[in-house]
């Protein structure tokens, strides 16, 4: 099997961690790529510490996960920190996925990585469980898209992953204008929601936030179809 390339980039194997909660310390992502995985993407990271929802966070049902961990963070330095233990235990490509409440906030966090352990930059701009604090995701249209990256590609010359979110219309054109202000691939797809589970025994939400997005198998055919409208607008990676 052929190995994955981004750009510059060769993968020394198949497969790649998506962002998540087992991306958070250097020893559990090293232990990730030990495994196999090529490339690693960290949880997304924050310019200061974040606490993020209180438990429950996270649940599991027949066809699926749902979340909503609310963009928990230890911040930018500590951060580094364990991207540095991953980049001495590993030699898989390190994705820093970052996210911020405005452009402005993406950009200082892209500024503060260590560029000596980074190899890929992803912008986080579509999670779905902060509208509360943040407010639409800026995956919620090509404009505000746009703005984030277009913002962010003029600090940094690390290449630039946008993840995108499957909860809003043309995915494929929100795609098509960050790679005309600079994005160099495509994160497919952040989770699908939000989505509820009740307790029956309760009759309450399960997760402390009520709504979560939800991943697994239940969302495949969702990711299918924006992956295809995504290639049908674009030339760069997905």
Not at 59 to 82: P, R, Y
């Amino acid at each position: 099997m052929a190995k994955i390339k981004f750009g510059k980039i060769e993968f020394p194997q198949n497969g790649v961690l998506a962002s998540g909660i087992i991306g958070v310390t250097g020893w559990s992502m090293a232990k990730v790529a030990k495994s196999g995985a090529g490339g690693i993407t960290c949880k997304s990271i924050s310019k200061n510490i974040r606490k993020g929802h209180p438990n429950p966070i996270i649940q599991v049902f027949e066809q699926g996960i749902i979340n909503a961990v609310g963009l928990s963070s230890t911040g930018a330095e500590n951060s580094n920190k364990e991207l540095k233990i991953l980049r001495q235990n590993s030699n898989s490509i390190i994705i820093a996925s970052v996210f911020g409440g405005t452009k402005e906030e993406f950009g200082e966090t892209v500024l503060l990585l260590d560029k000596n352990v980074v190899d890929i930059v992803e912008l986080n701009i579509s999670c779905p469980n902060v509208h509360s604090e943040f407010g639409l995701p800026f995956s919620s249209s090509r404009e505000t898209s746009a703005e984030v990256v277009n913002y962010v590609r003029k600090l940094t010359n690390l290449p630039l992953l946008v993840k995108l979110s499957p909860n809003f219309p043309n995915i494929g054109l929100i795609a098509k204008a960050c790679e005309d202000v600079g994005a160099d691939g495509i994160t497919a797809i952040n989770t699908v929601g939000p989505g509820m589970l009740i307790d029956i025994n309760t009759f309450q939400p399960k997760l402390s936030n009520k709504t979560g997005g939800v991943s697994g198998p239940a969302i495949l055919p969702i990711a299918i179809r924006c992956i295809y409208e995504i290639y049908k607008n674009v030339k760069i990676p997905i």
